[in-house]
């Protein structure tokens, strides 16, 4: 494991997030920032709007920025839903919103090009992470300054992941011991993995508001100034 200072961890410069939260997927909802989610996975698409900029096939892609579309997609093939067209009695790709590109079109055209090589929803050339299918809020508190902040994090990120979502409220995170109940977090652990419990569902059993109670990760410094 390499360190930074007194503090052993991953290089942040060139760490790669493997969860993205359906709300942070919402943020980029721009043609000039465009994120979707379909089949457990994140795309950020804006290469593909760019590319296709003022073409009409892009509107409904545009449409649906910032959201989920798996409902666009046969789970098991992992390709976009077919159904027989009424027109050709031909098996064809079912757009409800209007044809997008990469489709081919309903009937011959002089017009429709397909050199474009692997459309864009095949591979993984716009992927960017996985989407967290289960989030939970967690607070965390710097000992040092009192500062407080609640963040929401992917059940499955472990708690290098967390820190690094936390890098924007404190730069020299790194260089905190982090501590849950007294003892000393594992960094390479999700929260569950690190003793604290997910009980969403215990409060919705009881009919109880969630919000109520937060579970805090404290931060204790380690007089060294690692900034990341």
Same mark, same amino acid.
């Given at each position: 494991m390499?360190?930074r200072?007194l503090?052993?961890?991953p290089?942040?410069?060139?760490?790669?997030?493997?969860?993205?939260?359906?709300?942070?997927?919402a943020?980029?909802?721009?043609?000039e920032?465009?994120?979707?989610?379909?089949?457990?996975?994140?795309?950020?698409?804006?290469p593909?709007?760019q590319?296709?900029?003022?073409?009409?096939?892009?509107k409904?892609?545009?449409?649906?920025?910032?959201?989920?579309i798996?409902?666009?997609?046969?789970? $098991? /093939? =992992?390709? #976009? *839903?077919?159904?027989?067209?009424?027109?050709?009695?031909?098996?064809?790709?079912?757009?409800?919103?209007g044809?997008?590109?990469?489709?081919?079109?309903?009937?011959?055209?002089?017009?429709?090009?397909?050199?474009?090589?692997?459309?864009?929803?095949q591979?993984?050339?716009?992927?960017?992470g996985?989407?967290?299918s $289960? /989030? =939970?809020? #967690? *607070?965390?508190?710097?000992?040092?300054?009192?500062?407080?902040?609640?963040?929401?994090v992917?059940a499955?990120?472990?708690?290098w992941?967390?820190?690094?979502?936390y890098?924007p409220?404190?730069?020299?995170?790194?260089?905190?011991?982090?501590?849950y109940?007294?003892?000393?977090?594992?960094?390479?652990?999700t929260?569950?993995e690190?003793? #604290?419990q997910d009980?969403?569902?215990?409060f919705?059993?009881?009919?109880m508001?969630?919000?109520?109670?937060t579970?805090?990760v404290?931060l204790?410094?380690?007089d060294?100034l690692?900034e990341?």
């Open positions: 390499p360190s200072g503090v052993a961890g290089n942040f410069e060139y760490f790669q997030r493997r969860y993205f939260t359906p709300a942070e997927v943020q980029h909802n721009q043609p920032d465009l994120w979707v989610s379909y089949l457990g996975n994140v795309y950020n698409l804006t593909l709007a590319e296709y900029k003022g073409d009409l096939l892009l409904p892609i545009v449409e649906v920025a910032g959201q989920d798996s409902h666009w997609f046969d789970p $098991k /093939t =992992r390709d #976009i *839903r077919k159904h027989i067209d009424p027109l050709t009695g031909s098996l064809r790709y079912r757009t409800p919103r044809r997008f590109l990469h489709v081919p079109p309903q009937l011959p055209r002089s017009d429709w090009a397909n050199d474009f090589g692997t459309p864009w929803w591979g993984s050339r716009y992927e960017v996985r989407l967290s $289960k /989030t =939970r809020n #967690i *607070r965390i508190i710097n000992t040092l300054t009192s500062q407080e902040h609640t963040l929401e992917g499955l990120e472990s708690m992941e967390i820190l690094h979502r890098l409220y404190n730069a020299h995170a790194a260089s905190y011991t982090w501590k109940d007294g003892k000393n977090l594992n960094m390479d652990y929260l569950e690190n003793g #604290i009980q969403q569902e215990e919705d059993y009881l009919n508001d969630s919000t109520l109670y579970p805090a404290l204790y410094f380690n060294d690692t990341l």
